[in-house]
């Protein structure tokens, strides 16, 4: 089973609270301790053990690291490498809470981009874009700027620059850091699980960027290829009335909720790739809504509720200064 499945399973659970378990040979979904709304991807050891992806290094007693001499590897390259491997697999995280809905949507958001842009051959046009929404999207599940200031795209391979400042494409060094945690005794199961593993994570980057196992909204919407980046420039440039009717559609109030959430993706697509560096756009979606009583209104209030690179700040300029007074928060 491909990631990609595994991903659509996750959001389908987001819609459907009685579905049924994961379908996989040795994976499946458990509940952390005292975590009964979190569920995360755990692989089986064998009949007794099992262990949750994100926890893989508990496998191996990380102290190895510390009297590692490697020609390539550092001891802190190994432990940064060993943290970004580990937290990488919250992308698969069900979590369904409600505090939690608007870090699930920017998840979904990013992870999207970031795979897309590649699939639709726009990874130069759109190059700085792409590693802005990898950063984030690392951001969210959890790692920080020490280790995600570290990683470039370049090729539609992920590059991590060594303390050195030498550059490797993640997968060599899964490969060199599994390489070291081999030499090590163990017992067979847990040689097969780390086997495994070093498998997953490699295969985990590959879905991340999109490449050989790209994930698409299965969603019977019309809509849907307004949610990804390069689609939503194209036909923003070309017929700018179609993409403001879109938006609009975004706030019909009888969506079901899987083209609520298309309708999210959408409105991010507006802020970001159109209002963030252009504010006085939202003057255009004004004029074209003047024969539409409340539309307005309504979209403005769902750009700021969702609140993804703009604010009412942004907009203090553009004359609107009446409708944002009559949105609470923002």
């Known amino acids: 089973m491909s990631f990609s499945k595994i991903y659509d399973y996750k959001l389908r659970a987001y819609f459907n609270e009685r579905i ?3 379908n996989h040979e040795y994976l499946f979904y458990s509940y952390p301790d005292q975590e009964q709304n979190l569920r995360v991807l755990t692989l089986n050891i064998n009949e007794q053990d099992h262990i949750s992806l994100v926890r893989w290094h508990d496998l191996f007693d990380r102290s190895l690291f510390t009297k ?3 020609p390539i590897l550092s001891v802190t390259d190994a432990e940064l490498l060993i943290r970004l491997l580990s937290l990488m697999f919250n992308v ?8 939690y809905s608007r870090k699930n949507l920017c998840c979904v958001y990013y992870q999207y981009q970031v795979s897309h842009l590649a699939e639709r051959g726009n990874e130069f046009t759109f190059a700085q874009d792409r590693l802005f929404f990898l950063h984030l999207l690392l951001f969210e599940l959890g790692l920080g700027d020490d280790i995600y200031d570290r990683l470039t795209i370049e090729n539609n391979k992920i590059l991590y620059s060594m303390e050195d400042g030498q550059q490797y494409d993640l997968h060599i060094l899964i490969d060199m850091l599994h390489e070291h945690i081999n030499k090590n005794e163990m017992d067979k199961d847990t040689r097969a699980a780390l086997g495994k593993i070093k498998i997953l994570q490699s295969q985990l980057v590959d879905f991340i960027l999109g490449s ?3 994930y698409d909204f299965p969603f019977d919407d019309f809509n849907n290829p307004f949610a990804e980046a390069t689609m939503f420039i194209q036909a923003y440039n070309s017929n700018k009335n179609r993409v403001l009717e879109v938006l609009i559609d975004c706030i019909n109030e009888h969506q079901s909720p899987t083209e609520q959430l298309i309708s999210h993706l959408i409105l991010m697509n507006y802020s970001y790739f159109v209002l963030k ?3 006085s756009e939202i003057t255009y979606f004004k004029s074209f809504c003047k024969k539409k009583p409340g539309v307005f209104m309504k979209v403005l209030s769902s750009l700021l509720e969702i609140r993804f690179l703009v604010d009412k700040s942004s907009f203090t300029n553009e004359g609107i200064n009446y409708y944002l007074s009559r949105i609470k928060g923002g």
């Open 68 to 70: 590692m001499d490697h």
């Open 20 to 22: 049924s378990d994961l």
């Open 277 to 279: 560096s252009n504010p």
């Open 212 to 214: 050989h196992d790209v």
């Open 92 to 99: 698969f995280d069900i979590h369904k809470d409600a505090v």
